[in-house]
């Protein structure tokens, strides 16, 4: 018999045996399960990708394109789900034909570029990034989904803001984790 089928029964009959005990009382206690994003884990995730943009910078500062090639590849990992499927990501300076990046390949080429498949992509990550700070304007909590629209705002090493529209949703992903599912980046409008 289930151990804890088993306990539960026992918790169940020995009330009314008269007979409880603190260990049959301890698991009877309902068992919770609860996938929901909290907005915690959201703004957690997105300080992530921000931290992880920054190292992969200072990873092609210090080490040079192997090193953010390596460390863009992890990060990759950590932060997008494309582990479990394709990931809807439009990155900020992309062209037709590759301006989706629905794989892991097309992704690590944005951001650290070297790869003759995506001729255009010059390494958005590897710019001399110092900081990055996110700036949300909606934040929408639906259970294991939660979608993001706000902007986020990046100052070089001559302390050169640029500032671009993002859309994330976040995932939690089989393993537990909350990961980036869509990915939407553009400049701000500017009018003509």
């Known amino acids: 018999m289930n151990h804890r089928l088993a306990t539960t029964c026992s918790a169940l009959v020995l009330p009314l045996l008269g007979t409880t005990t603190g260990a049959a009382m301890a698991d009877s206690l309902p068992m919770r399960m609860n996938s929901n994003i909290t907005e915690q884990q959201v703004l957690n995730a997105q300080q992530g990708w921000c931290n992880g943009l920054l190292a992969i910078s200072k990873a092609y500062a210090t080490g040079g394109f192997a090193a953010a090639e390596i460390t863009a590849s992890r990060i990759l990992d950590q932060a997008y789900g494309y ?33 003759p498949s995506y001729p255009n ?59 980036i599912v869509l990915h939407h980046s553009s400049l701000p409008f500017t009018a003509k």
């Open 83 to 115: 582990q479990y499927g394709a990931v809807a990501f439009k990155p900020t300076l992309t062209q037709h034909p590759q301006t989706f990046r629905g794989t892991k390949a097309g992704a690590l080429a944005y951001f650290v570029g070297g790869n």
């Open 121 to 179: 992509d010059k390494g958005f990550a590897i710019k001399p990034w110092q900081k990055c700070a996110i700036r949300n304007q909606v934040i929408q909590l639906h259970g294991d989904l939660a979608i993001t629209m706000g902007n986020v705002d990046l100052i070089d090493s001559s302390g050169k803001l640029t500032t671009v529209d993002k859309t994330w949703a976040f995932l939690r992903e089989p393993d537990g984790e909350v990961r």
